[in-house]
């Protein structure tokens, strides 16, 4: 059986905007628990990218959503923060109505809008830490390895 941690994994993040504030949960598990994160999660085989953001919008939150644009990408190797390498890639979509749902309370405390300027990122789960610095500096593409990522997570 090949080792699962030598593959790499594509996770895919959405910064939902609703009136200048994205939406954060904290996250529950062994992976990031009591971290807050933007909803998403794992492509599955054979799927696009916006299909990989719409069914984790209906899985994780159930809303409709506006599909709008990629934001960032970031790769990782694996290291002190990351067990394994990642390919991460940040999505943005704009809410359109009704209010986020709970619909995976065994993965996430609960959903709570966060005014941008104001997300609290040394609570951060990396990757959505690595998201918020992307969109403030417009940046679309970056490698984690090319920043101190442990630094920038909590100094922020």
Known sequence: MDDPFSQVRVGVGVMLWHDGK???????????A??????????????SIEECVLRE????????VEFVNLRHQVTARSSR??????LHIGMSAKWVSGEPVLMEP??????????????????MFLFAALAVDAHRKSCVFYDADDVDAFDLWRAS
Do not use: I, N, T
């Not at 923060?81 to 990642?86: A, I, N, Q, S, V």
């Open 22 to 32: 994205v939406l954060l949960g904290r996250r529950k598990g062994a992976h990031g």
């Open 57 to 64: 919008m209906r899985e994780e939150v159930g809303p409709a």
């Open 81 to 86: 923060f990351m067990p394994r390498d990642y």
């Open 106 to 123: 065994d993965k996430c405390d609960g959903w709570s809008w966060y005014p941008f300027d104001d997300v609290p990122v040394r609570e």
């Open 34 to 47: 009591g971290q807050l994160s933007f909803p998403g999660g794992h492509m599955e085989k054979g799927e």
